[in-house]
Nanobody
Framework: VPLVESGGGSVQAGGSLRLSCAAS????????LGWFRQPPGKEREGVAT???????SYTDSVKGRFAISRDNAKNTLYLQMNSLKPEDTAMYYC?????????????????????????WGQGTQVTVSS
């Protein structure tokens, strides 16, 4: 598995979790990275992206609550999730863009759909209870 997510779990509403995504055999340097999620019975959606210059984008429902960050030296991507809500319950996936030095953001349809990303993790479950 090229990307390995960790940090998921079960929390009560209002709680926090920090997801990590470590790359094995792949580099993050030079690539746009993203977090996606798929709630039960729903389609996958883009949650957040981060470019090589540190610029970020978020889906509206998580703005002000989630923060994406990256550590290229450690080949690790993070998603800090605060003020969690039951509607955040989903399987969360990390992904790396197909092409190096290609900026991405959730304003782009291919980014939102995930089709601009070629390397994926296996997912980590986040469950938020009310």
């Amino acid at each position: 598995v090229p990307l390995v997510e960790s940090g998921g779990g079960s929390v009560q509403a209002g709680g926090s979790l920090r997801l990590s995504c470590a790359a094995s055999g792949y580099t993050y340097s030079g690539y746009c990275l993203g977090w996606f999620r798929q709630p039960p019975g729903k389609e996958r959606e883009g949650v957040a992206t981060i470019n090589t210059d540190g610029s970020t984008s978020y889906t509206d429902s998580v703005k002000g609550r989630f923060a994406i960050s990256r550590d290229n030296a450690k080949n690790t991507l993070y998603l800090q999730m605060n003020s969690l809500k039951p509607e955040d319950t989903a399987m969360y996936y990390c992904a790396r863009h197909w092409r190096a030095w290609t900026p991405c953001g959730l304003a782009d349809e291919r980014t939102r759909a995930g089709t601009a990303f070629g390397i994926w993790g296996q997912g980590t479950q986040v469950t938020v209870s009310s």
